[in-house]
Each structure stands twice: as C-alpha cells, then as structure tokens.
C-alpha cells in the first residue's frame, strides 16, 4: 500500500496550491480519502474528506469556501485545491485512506504559506 503525496511547497498568502495523492496497493475506489494536516506544535487535524463515489465532501469550518477536495477513482488519486491561502494554512499536509478497519497514511507534504 502507497500514498505518495505531492505539490506542496511555498506560496504567498492570497495565493493557491493544488496537492495530489497517488493511491496503490488497495482498491482506491472503496475507500473514503481525506486530507489531514499537522502545523508545528499543534495535533493532526481534518481538512477535508471525500466519500468513495465522490457524492459527498466534508470540510473543517477553517478551509469552508477555499479548499475544494475532489477525486479521480481511474487515476486513483485525490486532489486537494487551495485557494486564497494564508499563514495559518501552513503544516504538513498528509493523504490518509479508510475503510472499516484499514487506514492507511501518506508521508506528508510541507505546506508554507508566507510573504
């Protein structure tokens, strides 16, 4: 099993990044995907989640209106585009899978947004 995030990276605030999560080893398509992140002394939080047949999204109330979760179940990848970011978007930004019992973790990508 592997989630290999990328597209992280430094931005300004205001600006945007789109990070993308290439999924193998298990069957991408039954899995609810989700983006975490962690910022420098503070606990991995949920960013945002989308269902297995894309029908349903979620968001943290802190990224509603700016980030936008989408997913490509031929392509097993999960994107996340983020949009009008700001400092307090910066952590390292990680994919996780989950399905009954099996949750499997990305290794991250560092998201710095600073002037």
């Known amino acids: 099993v592997q989630l290999v995030e990328s597209g992280g990276g430094l931005v300004q605030p205001g600006g945007s990044l789109r990070l993308s999560c290439a999924a193998s080893?298990?069957?991408?398509?039954?899995?609810?995907m989700n983006w975490y992140r962690q910022a420098p002394g503070k606990e991995r939080e949920l960013v945002a989640l989308?269902?297995?047949?894309?029908?349903?999204?979620n968001y943290a109330d802190s990224v509603k209106g700016r980030f936008t979760i989408s997913r490509d179940n031929a392509k097993n990848t999960v994107y996340l585009q983020m949009n009008s970011l700001k400092p307090e978007d910066t952590a390292v930004y990680y994919c996780?899978?989950?399905?009954?019992?099996?949750?499997?973790w990305g290794h991250g990508t560092q998201v710095t947004v600073s002037s």
């Open positions: 989308i269902s297995s047949a894309a029908g349903r999204t």
């Open positions: 996780n899978a989950r399905f009954f019992g099996n949750d499997y």
């Open positions: 080893g298990f069957t991408f398509s039954s899995y609810v």
